[in-house]
């Protein structure tokens, strides 16, 4: 049916505004905007192609459906996605006109999907596609598809998120049929905020009564339009939810664009090829650089339009069989595509080099002034531009309606209206209620409403409570719970309440304990006092009941008495009592409920008095007569419904004919099927009435709607409801509607009716329209467009003033100052009909309605006050009013206003059948980093593909780009039917934001904008030039400051008489004790079970060493000075080992042995560590020599390939003729391999001399003598773990008893048991001991107590690490093991790394602190800004300040180190409170790298660095670390003040981002912090772009959830913006022994596509 322009409208233009007919709605138009389009029809009715004629459809439909299910039977045998995909375009390809010049193998590319489903689904889902028609506006849909053709030509491939498999198939068809709410008011989906006022259940025509004729018409002039457009109308490519991870991509043509790129490839090709080579310049990195996919290569032709290489599939259908190969982790490396169908290999690395190009296209605001944000951290702040438009009219004037005339005959009362009609007419029908068929169910008199009022009235002032204590008073508020299909019995209450005077508050059925903001609604009647509940008995039956049968308090609500005011259960009041029938005066009516933008409700109060003014004022507007039909579709307890249909109706005896909701749903049609049968004068509808009329409308001979004098449209006040208007108007004007009959009203809770378009005479003028320029909206002004409309609002105006009122329009914030004339701003009104205040919000009601709008120069224009009416808008020539959005629905977004319905508007009018389910969209704006941000969530429709989605979300934040000039920050799509929803239906908008907020939406696609639209970071930082030679230095002071420099105990003046020092070798100390002490007890090895599995005696350890030398010399034919690898578990063997090889003169190197459960990957790092160390041989235990010889072992590793393996088990019983002695203590003891945190694998030298001097600083730090006894939980293999382990007993003749960390995963108590049974004084032990016994023992301290643990003898708990302390977990561990008796001090940390395995080790007896107990706070904890830090600077801060990081000493340094803080860049020395390279000079530094490569720089600049000023003659050891140093008030024994070192982090794990130095612990600590199913975090860098890969503890649903509150924390507390957010399982991030994240290794897995991630989100 062509829409031909309406006749009887002229062009007449009404001055400045172009009052344009008909949208442009000429046939020829037609043709070309869908040819733009390329809208295809096919998903609605019969799924057929939307280029197939008219005629074809219905066969098409049917026919394409069962060969659609018996591919489905086939589908349930094992057939693969490619067979599939072949068999299914054989089915239907019949169906499908070929397009000349196409390969038919390519048919099945450009044909429409039809989702495997039952046939009658087709005709179910009759309209739930079609976009939302209040929303449309065909001038809208031209410019959005305008805008998106514009941004076609200069595409960018975006990369599409990565899914597991599990997580794409999660939209099951069961949510088609939507869950059937079978209670009374399952809502017409209106609710003031809702987005897309979404049709509940089955949208568009009857429920039951679908047939498939209607299923073919849904859109049908959609559809009829798409058939004159071209022939190409292309689809997604074609796969059904059930497909492959990424729907398998149907082969690398698979295009979805397919149009587009015909038209577009060969510019685009040229666009990319030129763009990269501009852009791209690769920053090489200290790693290996990434690959450069972005290479342009001439000879392969692979290369797409994109200049990204691909691996195609065969041609055809191919690519899909990637996805049927079973490889474990890296199966998602098939072809994809990304968001404009170019095809790219999904390999991670090419991803990100897709996300990196995107960004490089510029930002659009350019650099401002700043502001400082409390410290030198610039956050931008938009400053005006002075080009931006500005209001330049005169000041505008207030308004006055006509004078409220005052007729005869109007009623001083509602009441005395009734009783009048009541008494005098009380045949006449006042109200006629229909059931869900259509059928009238009960028709209610005048005569029946006055007498039932009086009864209901006599019931609740006398039968309610004792007659000593009535439970209701005049005066007192009670609440009104009715159906929406049950209009008299709420009238009758309403009525009733009325006449007691007693206060009604009508609110919504509370359907289930947890509805939507019925919690909201609780706490207003709460507020308002409510007691009692007056209810329908179908309603009081259908709600929730306990098992006694007493309805349960719903959430938030008081407790409330319910009472079912029907005759059969109320008593008849006295013939001697009648209601008082008073004037109306200034006594509370009613109370309206109002939901506010952040869910909160507030009780707008009504005046009897403002009542009755409003009534009037309706009825003059309306020229409402007596007796006069009208039909309401509205909801009759609130709002338009309300005041046109139970108030203003009876003041007039007019009768009301109520549509319920139930019935629109089953049948649309039925309010204007009721219009005809009634003849009624006035129909109050919303636009979505008449947009569901449309969509069901058949050629219905016998509507007829020239009885119409006024259709009232209730949402006028939306600016999109014109096209509905427009669209309905075309439609039934050749059914007797006139024009002149719509009617738009503007209205809110606040000022009621605000404005209404009164009936006009036949030909008078035509209403008019504005045609605005929407960026000149978002700056408050108001611009008549150009011609080019790409960004236009039209809006219709809603009539003039109210009768009695001034209007006036004021600015949206600060004092309530008149508007210009071209400004937009919130209407404000000054009448007696509007509400009086907010229940018992005294402060927020003077601010809404008592305003006093003021002039220029600051004079009231009224002495009345004025009530704020929350709509935005103007007042246009001819005083006519229009309204441009709401307040509730603006967002402010880098100081421009932009409101949520135009939002929704553009949104939707992107491929509008195709993708969102029933239009439901949810717009609002959360503010993160100082200012709002938009957050669009839709529903999707269940048969969409991954691929659609993707392309529906790019081309949506294109649409908003262009058209609004704004960025989205988010735009997430939930599964059809999980928004949450308001009563009646609509989407229930703040609460769906807290949803986000928390996350718990649980979205199925998330695609994050951080990129560009946070444009207020703060500057990148340039380095300033540090303090050089040339500035002053005085002494110990740089530039003012004191040298940040401190030391540990002198040795050379400790007086010990230190037995050990006399022997400058370890295996002479060994000798020496196994002679003078042979049976002291040295070793004493614990199993699971905290028995003692083993011990070693002194002189036992000495002859099991000699043994072992033995067989060194003999099996293993060792010469001096070779290298023997020691793979052993930790335990007794490894000690005896290590001494035997110094017996030998051989030099060891401890090994980690391979992990029996994971061999593939701990025996090649074994291998490494036996090859980089040179080993000659390696030994080891019987065990492992078995384990070597494995299959799986010799699958990762070729046995040949290992040195000689001797196992120890079984030792001659021989001695070695003579024990080495070395002869020179420079010489090598033995060599130190461990993997850093950045997976590097480094190997240290130690000395003779060194491991002594070690020893002995250990030794007099921890006070270590024969008779004390130490426990080790550590491992043994490097640092600190193994000299601990193996060597400081030999030295200090301490007792150890080891427990290895491996049996504490058994038996997590047996450490702390260990060390209350040896009543152990000094323990050590590692984070992931700590951590394990946190979270293992967390419930179980008090059985450990009864098993009579006990901790109060623990002096030192020392946690032996290598970087900054955790303080969270060591706080957490003393606050848990308290009840214990662990002391809270006694807990402390050391430092070492790798060139000089412990710097500080041991807390600090401070003299008298010690023993002040628990009363004083940890003196070694500061608080530092975490901004400054960024910055390489200290700033102290106090405790819990914004932006505080607390940090702890790494505990005391020790006896023989000294320590300075350098700059790692120039060397110069630091002053005090800097952060900079902590530098170490010490007698137990390593002597340099074990290399295979002997890399001489990196050794010389890593052990022997010089000061590149002051003193330049001490060689130092740079230690990699971050730090500073702070003198504290605290003195140590010697009476020296202590100088505590502050580690804050390895240099080569901190990030250089945006100039600023980052530690990658800070972000993972805000990360954890912000969802409680993120269990672990890790960040790296990847070509400066941030990747945050998070564990996930909980359902993979959950996934897409954190996207956004992960990217919201980082940017809120970090000012960074997240490139890449990696959702895995747990136990992902790889730890290593000390419990540090592998974080480079995370990287190289993620790069390699090894971590079979649940989702992985690109942020644009």
Request: hydrophobic share 35%; with cysteine.
């Amino acid at each position: 049916m062509n829409q031909r322009p309406p006749a009887g409208r002229g062009e007449g233009s009404v001055s400045a505004f172009c009052s344009r007919a008909r949208c442009c709605c000429c046939c020829f138009r037609q043709h070309e905007r869908f040819g733009e389009m390329k809208s295809t029809a096919g998903r609605q009715g019969g799924g057929g192609s939307a280029a197939a004629a008219p005629g074809d459809r219905g066969q098409l439909g049917s026919s394409s459906s069962c060969r659609s299910i018996e591919m489905q039977h086939d589908e349930e045998g094992d057939i693969t996605q490619k067979g599939y995909e072949k068999k299914r375009s054989k089915l239907i390809g019949a169906y499908f006109p070929q397009t000349p010049g196409m390969d038919p193998s390519m048919g099945q590319e450009r044909r429409t999907p039809v989702t495997p489903s039952s046939s009658s689904r087709y005709n179910r889902r009759r309209s739930s596609g079609s976009r939302d028609e209040r929303y449309r506006s065909d001038v809208h849909t031209e410019a959005v598809q305008a805008a998106l053709a514009k941004h076609k030509e200069r595409k960018m491939a975006v990369p599409m998120p990565s899914k597991r498999r599990s997580l794409v198939v999660q939209t099951s068809m069961d949510a088609y049929t939507p869950p059937d709410t079978s209670s009374g008011s399952e809502g017409e989906g209106q609710g003031d905020e809702d987005v897309g006022d979404g049709e509940e259940e089955d949208g568009g025509g009857g429920g039951g009564t679908s047939s498939s004729r209607e299923g073919s018409i849904s859109m049908e002039h959609w559809i009829s339009r798409a058939v004159h457009s071209s022939t190409t109308t292309t689809s997604s490519t074609a796969s059904s939810s059930s497909s492959s991870t990424r729907s398998g991509g149907s082969g690398a043509a698979a295009g979805r664009l397919a149009d587009v790129l015909a038209q577009h490839v060969h510019i685009s090709a040229q666009h990319h090829l030129r763009h990269h080579r501009h852009h791209h310049r690769h920053k090489t990195e200290n790693h290996s650089a990434p690959p450069d996919v972005t290479g342009c290569t001439n000879n392969t032709a692979n290369t797409t339009a994109d200049g990204i290489q691909v691996e195609r599939g065969p041609p055809g259908g191919g690519g899909g069989s990637a996805a049927q190969r079973q490889t474990p982790k890296y199966g998602n490396a098939e072809l994809m595509e990304t968001g404009d169908g170019v095809p790219v290999s999904s390999r991670v690395s090419a991803k990100i080099q897709q996300l990196v190009n995107t960004l490089k296209r510029p930002k659009r605001p350019p650099l401002r002034e700043f502001f400082v944000d409390d410290f030198e951290e610039l956050l931008e702040v938009q400053q005006p531009d002075p080009n931006l438009p500005k209001a330049e009219g005169a000041q505008m004037a207030a308004m006055r309606g006509e004078q409220l005339g005052v007729v005869t005959n109007w009623p001083p009362s509602l009441e005395a209206a009734l009783q009048r009609w009541g008494t005098i007419s009380p045949k006449a029908p006042c109200l006629t209620t229909m059931d869900t068929n259509g059928k009238p169910l009960y028709v209610l008199t005048y005569g029946k409403l006055w007498s039932r009022s009086v009864k209901v009235a006599y019931n609740l002032l006398h039968k309610l409570g004792t007659k000593q204590e009535p439970l209701v008073r005049p005066g007192d508020r009670v609440a009104l719970v009715f159906p929406n299909n049950d209009p008299g019995a709420f009238m009758t209450a309403f009525y009733g309440c009325l006449l007691a005077e007693v206060v009604p508050v009508p609110i919504e059925v509370p359907l289930t304990r947890k509805d939507a903001g019925s919690q909201q609604i609780g706490f207003l009647l709460g507020s308002c006092g409510v007691t009692v509940a007056l209810t329908s008995d179908a309603c009081h039956k259908g709600l929730p009941k306990t098992p006694t049968g007493e309805i349960p308090q719903f959430k938030g609500w008081p407790k409330v008495l319910w009472f079912v005011p029907e005759s059969k259960h109320l008593s008849k009041p006295p013939r001697d009592w009648f209601p008082q029938i008073k004037d109306a005066n200034q006594d509370t009516a009613y109370i309206e409920y109002k939901t506010c933008k952040d869910g909160g409700v507030l009780g707008v109060t009504v005046t009897r008095t403002a009542m009755l003014t409003h009534c009037q004022a309706l009825t003059q507007s309306c020229s409402y007569t007596e007796a006069e039909t009208i039909v309401n579709v509205l909801d009759f307890k609130k709002d338009v419904g309300l005041w046109h249909a139970v108030l203003t109706s009876v003041m007039n005896m007019m009768h009301v004919v109520s549509i319920p909701y139930a019935l629109m749903k089953v049948n649309p049609l039925s309010w204007i099927q009721k219009v005809c049968q009634f003849k009624a004068k006035v129909a109050c509808v919303k636009s979505r009435d008449m947009h569901w009329a449309l969509v069901a409308h058949r050629d219905q001979r016998d509507v007829n709607l020239s009885s119409l004098r006024m259709l009232v449209v209730a949402d006028g006040s939306n600016p999109w409801s014109i096209s509905s208007c427009d669209a309905f108007l075309n439609v039934f004007q050749t059914k007797g509607l006139r024009p002149e009959v719509i009617c738009p009203c503007a209205s809110s809770p606040e000022a009621l009716t605000v404005a209404i378009r009164r009936p006009l005479e036949e030909g008078a003028t035509p209403p008019s329209r504005g045609v605005l320029s929407m960026p000149g909206l978002s700056h408050g002004v108001i611009r008549v467009d150009s011609e080019e409309k790409l960004s236009v609002l039209t809006l219709q105006d809603v009539g003039s003033v109210m009768p009695g009122a001034l209007m006036c329009v004021v600015k949206v914030e600060g004092v309530p100052q008149l508007c210009k004339t071209d400004e937009i701003g919130e209407m404000c009104v000054c009448t007696v009909a509007t509400g009086t205040s907010y229940y018992g919000l005294a402060g927020m009601t003077k601010n809404t309605f008592e305003v006093f709008p003021v002039s220029n120069n600051g004079t009231p224009i009224s002495e009345f006050p004025f009530t704020r009416t929350g709509l935005l808008g103007f007042i246009g020539p001819a005083g006519l009013i229009f309204v441009a959005g709401k307040m509730d629905g603006l967002m402010v977004v880098g100081g421009r206003r932009h409101n949520a319905d135009d939002i929704v508007a553009t949104a939707l009018a992107v491929e509008p059948m195709k993708f969102v389910y029933r239009g439901r969209i949810a717009v609002f704006s959360i503010t993160v980093l100082h200012d709002e941000r938009i957050v669009v969530v839709a529903e999707q429709r269940p048969d969409s593909t991954e691929e659609d989605s993707f392309q529906w979300m790019s081309r949506v934040l294109q649409a908003i780009d262009s058209i609004h000039q704004v960025g989205v920050y988010c735009l997430a799509l939930v599964p059809s039917n999980t928004l949450p929803k308001t009563p009646l239906g609509g989407i229930h908008l703040s609460e769906a934001k807290q949803l986000f907020l928390e996350g718990a939406l649980h979205p199925c696609n998330v695609l994050m904008c951080p990129h560009t639209c946070v444009t207020n970071l703060p500057k990148p930082r340039q380095k300033q030039p540090e303090i050089g030679p040339a500035s002053v230095m005085v002494g110990n002071l740089v530039s003012g400051k004191r040298i940040a420099q401190a030391s540990g105990r002198d040795l050379g003046q400790i007086e010990d008489n230190d037995q050990a020092r006399k022997f400058l070798f370890l295996s002479e100390v060994l000798q020496w004790r196994a002679q003078t002490t042979p049976d002291h007890v040295l070793y004493t090895l614990l199993n699971s079970r905290g028995a003692i599995a083993s011990s070693l005696t002194c002189v036992q350890l000495h002859k099991r060493a000699e043994k072992i030398a033995a067989v060194l010399s003999e099996r293993g034919h060792l010469q001096d000075g070779d290298h023997v690898a020691l793979v052993y578990p930790p335990g007794i063997d490894l000690i005896a080992a290590f001494y035997g090889c110094l017996y030998a003169g051989c030099v060891p190197i401890t090994v980690r042995p391979p992990h029996p459960q994971n061999i593939a990957t701990t025996l090649p790092t074994v291998k490494m560590i036996v090859e980089v160390s040179r080993s000659v041989c390696v030994m080891t235990t019987q065990l492992i020599c078995k384990l070597l010889r494995s299959k799986e072992a010799l699958a990762a590793v070729d046995l040949r390939t290992w040195p000689p393996v001797i196992d120890t088990d079984d030792l001659p019983k021989k001695k070695p003729p003579l024990l080495y002695k070395p002869s020179n203590p420079d010489t090598l003891a033995y060599l130190d391999f461990s993997v850093s945190t950045t997976g590097m694998l480094a190997g240290v030298k130690m000395s003779h001399t060194a491991t002594s001097a070690f020893c002995r600083s250990i030794k007099l730090q921890c006070e270590l003598y024969p008779s004390r006894e130490v426990a080790i939980c550590l491992d043994p293999y490097c640092g600190l773990g193994f000299v601990l382990w193996c060597l400081c007993s030999v030295y200090s003749g301490h007792q150890s008893i080891l427990i290895p960390p491996s049996e504490l995963e058994v038996n997590p108590a047996l450490w702390l048991s260990a060390v209350s049974q040896y009543k152990v004084r000094d323990t050590f032990c590692s984070y992931s001991v700590m951590e394990l016994c946190t979270k293992g023992l967390g419930l179980q301290t008090d059985s450990l107590k009864s098993r009579g643990v006990d901790l109060s003898r623990v002096r030192t708990c020392v946690v032996v690490a290598e970087e900054r302390p955790r303080i969270a977990l060591t706080q957490s561990f003393s606050k848990l093991f308290k009840d214990l008796g662990l002391h809270p001090r006694a807990v402390s940390t050391s430092f070492g790394c790798r060139v000089n395995l412990a710097i500080c080790l041991q807390p600090h007896r401070l003299g008298k602190l010690a023993d002040q107990g628990t009363s004083g706070p940890d003196p070694t904890t500061v608080f530092v800004d975490m901004r400054a830090l960024r910055h390489d600077r200290v700033r102290l801060v106090e405790r819990g300040s914004p932006h505080s990081l607390p940090l702890m000493e790494s505990g005391k340094i020790l006896p023989g180190v000294r320590i300075i803080i350098a700059n790692p860049e120039t060397k110069g020395p630091m002053g005090e409170s800097h952060l900079g390279e902590i530098w170490v000079h010490s007698g137990h530094n390593a002597s340099g790298y074990f290399t295979v490569y002997g890399d001489e720089v990196l050794q010389s600049d890593h052990f022997s660095s010089r000061l590149s000023f002051g003193d330049t003659q001490t060689v130092w050891a740079r230690t990699g670390y971050l730090g500073f140093l702070r003198r504290t008030e605290l003195t140590d024994a010697s009476g020296e003040r202590h100088d505590a070192l502050y580690v804050v982090g390895a240099l080569e794990e901190a990030m250089e981002l945006r100039g600023m130095r980052y530690h990658p612990i800070d972000i993972e600590t805000s990360v954890i912090r912000t969802h409680k199913s993120i269990t672990e975090c890790a960040v790296f860098t990847w070509t400066n772009l941030l990747v945050v890969v998070v564990e996930l503890d909980g359902s993979e649903h959950e996934a897409l959830d954190l996207v956004p509150l992960v990217t919201n924390v980082v940017l809120e507390e970090h000012y960074l913006i997240v490139g890449v957010v990696v959702v895995v399982d747990i136990g992902v991030i790889p730890i290593n022994s000390r419990g540090e994240k592998q974080r480079m290794h995370l990287r190289d897995g993620f790069l390699a596509d090894q971590l079979d991630p649940i989702y992985v989100a690109y942020n644009m």
